[in-house]
Structures are given as structure tokens and as C-alpha cells.
């Protein structure tokens, strides 16, 4: 059977292609074709000859998705993807334009185990991981379609990337390679629900890329009720990977922290927060939730405007860096998980 060449690792592609009978300086071509002309065709790759392009799509399949659809922002040219993989299953990615970047929001996994109360991805179930190959495919596709550069990344789409660990790194280390994407480790950025034995895992293996953790409520009491994995990693162990995460990388940790009106947006929200960030190089990143039918028993609404704002004010008394997440895209189907989910209940 063909292989995705998409899911090898440069060292493990100059294996496969001394195989073939094919030099090392081979595998910098596929690279710059596929990682930097976007070229997903061995007959294109003119400076191989026909018998290497034959014998390389004998072996070897280049695992682009299908564009099922894509919806592009009015208002901040935000565009949202839906992709069709090779086995039929549907994930999406996201591009949000800056003034001087790009950046990426891509997906880990099909579906997501961890069914956080107010996200759309978990709601339609957990179907399986994804390779290295298809979330690094989700940028280079996106580049393709929309004629981008892409400076920044981050690992918030759909899945906790930290449930697909070994391919999450290596695609991390292919989109990095400087013989493909060349972006900077500092420009990409993992989000998790917060798995601590993982966290420090990701401290030894990426020290470079930064990290964020979706906090979203300071007690158990309250995270228990929106974040289901709480129940098995408790606010205090996740604090405490973060600190240790801290003492081996230096970095700064983002925490998420996504405002629920009536329901994590006290007064005293704001101070057990800062209180359980003290002393840390935080920076929290206050996120109005995107209103999406809840499966529990909170409604997902958006706090009002001046609870936002005194939430954020305690925090600054405090000293707890922070910011509201400015919101783009709200003219699409925004939330993560969004999209797929209006074609699987439709199909
Ligand atoms: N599993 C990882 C990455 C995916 S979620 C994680 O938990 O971090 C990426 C971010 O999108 C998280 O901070 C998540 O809380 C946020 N998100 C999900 N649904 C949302 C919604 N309805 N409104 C606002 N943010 C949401």
C-alpha cells in the first residue's frame, strides 16, 4: 500500500528514498516542491526524472484533504475550512489574518475525547487521531488555496493535542525543518485542556514552542461542571505542571479563560484566578464564550459587557498580565467544531 509522504520526518524520508536508490538531496526537492511551491504532484516535479517520479508514486502518496468547504469573513477575511480526509472523515482549520502575520489554527484530532461543556467539536464525539501528515497538510493546503504565507500556528482547532502527542511533536518538528516551512518554534503555540504529565513531556521535548492551557474556571468546583477532564487532573496539578513547565523553559504560559455569563465571571472568580497565577509569568487570555447549545446544565451565554470588564479590571489590580480575546470571524461559523458539526447533522 502507499504511504502518506506527508507523515515522514526528513531523516525517516532519506531512509525511505536510499531504498529507492534516491540521494539525500532528492528528499530537499520533494521538500521545497510540497512545503514551498505547493506542488502536490510527483509528475510536477520537473527537476526529477520521469523513472524517480514513477518510482516515488509507486511508493507514496502526497495527502493533501479535500476542500468540502470554506467560508471567508466579511469583515476580517478570517477563513474557515472544512476538509475531507482520506478515509472519509472531516476536520477543520482556521486563518486569521493580522496586520504583518498570518496565523494557523489547526486540528490535532477528528472529533475531540475531552467534551468540554461549550465546545462544538466535542459535542459530535471522538473519532480518532490524526497523523503528522494531515496537521501538517492543513497548512500547506491553506497556504495553496488562499495564496498565504503562514508565519504562525497554533494547535487550538479541533482534539487535545496532547492525547496525540508523538504526532503533534513530529508534526511540530516537520513544519519547523528549515528545509521545509522554517517556522520559528516561537511561532507556534500549543493549547491544551491540561494534562500534566504531558505538559512537562512537551517542556523537555519542545522547549521553544509555547504553551496555553484552557483554564477556564480557578476551582475544581466550578471546572468540574464545563471541563469533564478535571475530574481526573485537578486544577492544582495542572498549576503545578505549569510551574514546573516554567522552571524548565523559561516561557511565559497562557492560560485561556473563557467568560461564562452568571457562571465563571464573579468578582471572586477574578481573585481565586489571580491568586492561583500569582508568582507565575502568566498572561490570561480572557475569551467571551461563543454561544453554542450547551450539553450541561449552564447556559452558554456571554457575560454582559461590564462584568467583562470588572473581571478584567481585578486582574489588572492584581497584576495578572492579561487581555480580551478580540473576536474575528463572528460573521462564520466561528466556535471551533462549528462548521463540521452543521455538515454532520445535515448529512
Ligand atoms: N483541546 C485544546 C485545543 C482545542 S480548544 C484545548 O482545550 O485547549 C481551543 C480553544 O478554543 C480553547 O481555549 C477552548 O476552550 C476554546 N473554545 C472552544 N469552544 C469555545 C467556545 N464556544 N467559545 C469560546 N472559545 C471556545
Given at each position: 500500500m502507499?504511504?502518506?509522504?506527508?507523515?515522514?520526518?526528513?531523516e525517516?524520508l532519506?531512509e525511505?528514498?536510499?531504498?529507492?536508490g534516491l540521494?539525500?538531496f532528492?528528499?530537499d526537492?520533494?521538500?521545497?516542491?510540497?512545503?514551498?511551491?505547493?506542488v502536490f504532484n510527483?509528475?510536477?516535479?520537473?527537476?526529477?526524472?520521469?523513472?524517480?517520479?514513477n518510482?516515488?508514486?509507486?511508493?507514496?502518496?502526497?495527502?493533501?484533504?479535500?476542500?468540502?468547504?470554506m467560508?471567508?469573513s466579511?469583515i476580517?477575511k478570517?477563513?474557515k475550512?472544512?476538509?475531507?480526509?482520506?478515509?472519509?472523515?472531516t476536520?477543520e482549520s482556521?486563518?486569521?489574518?493580522?496586520?504583518d502575520?498570518?496565523?494557523?489554527c489547526?486540528?490535532?484530532?477528528?472529533g475531540c475525547?475531552?467534551?468540554?461543556a461549550f465546545?462544538?467539536?466535542?459535542?459530535?464525539?471522538?473519532?480518532?487521531?490524526?497523523?503528522?501528515?494531515?496537521?501538517?497538510?492543513?497548512?500547506?493546503a491553506m497556504?495553496?488555496e488562499?495564496?498565504?504565507?503562514i508565519?504562525?500556528?497554533?494547535?487550538?482547532?479541533m482534539?487535545?493535542?496532547?492525547?496525540?502527542?508523538?504526532?503533534?511533536v513530529k508534526s511540530?518538528?516537520i513544519?519547523?525543518?528549515?528545509?521545509?516551512k522554517?517556522?520559528?518554534?516561537?511561532?507556534?503555540?500549543?493549547?491544551?485542556?491540561?494534562?500534566?504529565?504531558?505538559?512537562?513531556?512537551?517542556?523537555?521535548?519542545?522547549?521553544?514552542?509555547?504553551?496555553?492551557i484552557?483554564?477556564?474556571a480557578?476551582?475544581?468546583?466550578?471546572?468540574?461542571?464545563?471541563?469533564?477532564m478535571?475530574?481526573?487532573y485537578?486544577?492544582?496539578?495542572?498549576?503545578h505542571?505549569?510551574?514546573?513547565?516554567q522552571?524548565?523553559t523559561?516561557?511565559?504560559?497562557?492560560?485561556?479563560y473563557?467568560?461564562i455569563?452568571?457562571f465563571?465571571?464573579y468578582?471572586?472568580?477574578a481573585?481565586?484566578?489571580?491568586?492561583?497565577?500569582k508568582?507565575m509569568?502568566?498572561?490570561v487570555?480572557?475569551?467571551?464564550?461563543?454561544p453554542v447549545?450547551s450539553?450541561g446544565?449552564?447556559?452558554?451565554?456571554?457575560?454582559?459587557?461590564?462584568?467583562?470588564?470588572?473581571?478584567?479590571?481585578?486582574?489588572?489590580?492584581?497584576n495578572?498580565e492579561?487581555?480580551?480575546r478580540?473576536?474575528?470571524?463572528t460573521d462564520?461559523d466561528?466556535?471551533?467544531?462549528q462548521?463540521?458539526?452543521?455538515y454532520?447533522t445535515?448529512?
Amino acid at each position: 500500500m502507499r504511504k502518506n509522504l506527508l507523515d515522514f520526518s526528513y531523516e525517516e524520508l532519506v531512509e525511505e528514498f536510499a531504498k529507492l536508490g534516491l540521494e539525500k538531496f532528492r528528499v530537499d526537492q520533494v521538500w521545497d516542491w510540497i512545503y514551498k511551491k505547493k506542488v502536490f504532484n510527483f509528475d510536477e516535479m520537473t527537476n526529477l526524472s520521469k523513472e524517480q517520479r514513477n518510482a516515488l508514486g509507486e511508493r507514496f502518496f502526497i495527502g493533501i484533504p479535500e476542500l468540502i468547504d470554506m467560508q471567508v469573513s466579511k469583515i476580517d477575511k478570517t477563513t474557515k475550512f472544512l476538509w475531507k480526509l482520506e478515509d472519509g472523515n472531516t476536520i477543520e482549520s482556521v486563518l486569521l489574518f493580522h496586520p504583518d502575520r498570518v496565523t494557523a489554527c489547526i486540528s490535532s484530532q477528528v472529533g475531540c475525547p475531552a467534551k468540554c461543556a461549550f465546545c462544538a467539536t466535542g459535542q459530535s464525539g471522538y473519532v480518532r487521531n490524526l497523523t503528522a501528515g494531515e496537521i501538517t497538510a492543513q497548512i500547506i493546503a491553506m497556504e495553496k488555496e488562499r495564496k498565504v504565507n503562514i508565519g504562525n500556528i497554533v494547535y487550538m482547532g479541533m482534539g487535545e493535542p496532547l492525547l496525540n502527542y508523538e504526532e503533534v511533536v513530529k508534526s511540530v518538528r516537520i513544519l519547523n525543518h528549515k528545509k521545509s516551512k522554517n517556522i520559528s518554534m516561537r511561532r507556534i503555540s500549543i493549547s491544551t485542556v491540561g494534562i500534566p504529565e504531558k505538559i512537562i513531556d512537551l517542556a523537555k521535548d519542545l522547549p521553544e514552542v509555547k504553551l496555553a492551557i484552557s483554564l477556564h474556571a480557578p476551582t475544581n468546583f466550578k471546572r468540574d461542571i464545563i471541563v469533564p477532564m478535571n475530574k481526573k487532573y485537578s486544577v492544582e496539578e495542572i498549576i503545578h505542571a505549569a510551574k514546573e513547565y516554567q522552571k524548565i523553559t523559561k516561557n511565559r504560559v497562557t492560560f485561556e479563560y473563557i467568560l461564562i455569563r452568571e457562571f465563571n465571571d464573579y468578582v471572586d472568580d477574578a481573585e481565586k484566578l489571580a491568586d492561583l497565577l500569582k508568582g507565575m509569568g502568566a498572561y490570561v487570555n480572557l475569551i467571551p464564550v461563543n454561544p453554542v447549545p450547551s450539553t450541561g446544565d449552564i447556559k452558554m451565554e456571554r457575560p454582559h459587557h461590564w462584568m467583562i470588564e470588572r473581571f478584567k479590571e481585578v486582574l489588572d489590580k492584581r497584576n495578572i498580565e492579561n487581555e480580551i480575546r478580540k473576536e474575528k470571524g463572528t460573521d462564520i461559523d466561528a466556535a471551533c467544531g462549528q462548521l463540521r458539526r452543521r455538515y454532520t447533522t445535515k448529512a
